[in-house]
């Protein structure tokens, strides 16, 4: 298949998506509605790791996991996600906002509320279409069409391919319990110069895929996939899954790196804590992540 075919079908069943509501589609596959603003404690996460290295492997999902690990440092980051739209709007959207608008701007895009959109919270028309026109060309042809072509579908109701949040979520999503860049001006224009430099690369694909001719990473940042380990495995779900942990660890984790794999609420982490995995898996700091030392010189 060639680019311009899979661009598309991605537009295609995108516009199937249009307009449906996240709860009535919560499978993981090639295509799906999914959250376009964080809903985890990234913040609160980073305070216990310190970031550093350059490179970096990340779920794509909203895109905040990527642009916190930036904000952090990162400049060569690898993304992934088993759902292929969420490269359209992370790093063709979502980047380019950031890139082109100011902090003011960038928080009224996410900001847009009214009794068309209740109870949900849609982008500032306005703004997003200033974004898709600032776009690479790749991206702003999806935007166009998709923009269009789902206006006619449903020209009474605001259409996405991603849910942002409700009006009493948004105020917690922005604060300082989500994402770092989105806290002041200073941080926000410190995420716009280190995006100057970032290299980013996306894949289509299942955390399952993840293999050692991937090659190393300083930082590997999986946020709570893990938490659906029941989903990933047919049998023995948890100790497949812990398994599917070190493996990563072992194989794509630089000495002295860190491997990002629980948020504070994980359930995974409870099961961790109550099968006593803590000393035979290193985890350390609340069982949110694992260090891997750093090798002697001899």
């Known amino acids: 298949m060639t680019v311009s075919e899979q661009r598309r079908k991605d537009l295609e069943e995108a516009l199937k998506l249009s307009g449906k509501k996240i709860k009535e589609v919560t499978d993981f596959k090639e295509y799906n509605i999914f959250f376009g603003l964080t809903n985890e404690y990234l913040q609160d996460l980073w305070s216990r790791f310190r970031i550093s290295g350059e490179t970096g492997l990340s779920v794509l999902a909203s895109g905040d996991q990527m642009l916190n690990l930036i904000y952090k440092g990162v400049s060569k980051i690898d993304t992934f996600d088993i759902n292929r739209l969420t490269e359209y709007y992370a790093i063709g959207f979502k980047k380019r906002a950031i890139e082109c608008l100011s902090y003011e701007q960038f928080i009224k895009l996410f900001d847009y509320y009214d009794r068309n959109t209740a109870p949900y919270y849609f982008l500032n028309p306005e703004l997003e279409k200033y974004v898709i026109e600032n776009m690479e ?5 999806f935007w166009q069409e998709f923009l269009y072509r789902s206006k006619e579908l449903n020209p009474t109701k605001p259409n996405s391919i991603f849910i942002l949040a409700q009006k009493s979520e948004l105020k917690w999503v922005k604060s300082n319990h989500s ?20 290299k980013i690369t996306f894949q289509q694909m299942n ?11 300083d930082t590997i940042f999986l946020s709570n996939i893990f938490d659906y380990y029941e989903d990933m495995f047919d049998e023995n779900p948890f100790d497949e899954a812990l398994k599917l942990a070190k493996s990563i660890y072992e194989n794509n984790l630089q000495d002295g790196g860190q491997l990002i794999f629980i948020h504070l609420f994980s359930r995974f982490l409870s099961r961790l804590m109550d099968e006593n995995y ?5 985890l350390y700091d609340l069982a949110l992540g694992w260090k891997k030392p750093r090798s002697r010189k001899r």
């Open 207 to 217: 955390i399952l895929d993840i293999s050692p001719n991937m090659g190393k990473y």
């Open 179 to 198: 994402n770092i860049y989105m806290n002041n001006i200073k941080n926000y224009q410190k995420l716009q110069q280190n995006l100057l430099d970032a």
């Open 137 to 141: 060309e790749e991206y702003k042809r």
């Open 278 to 282: 803590v000393e035979d898996t290193r």
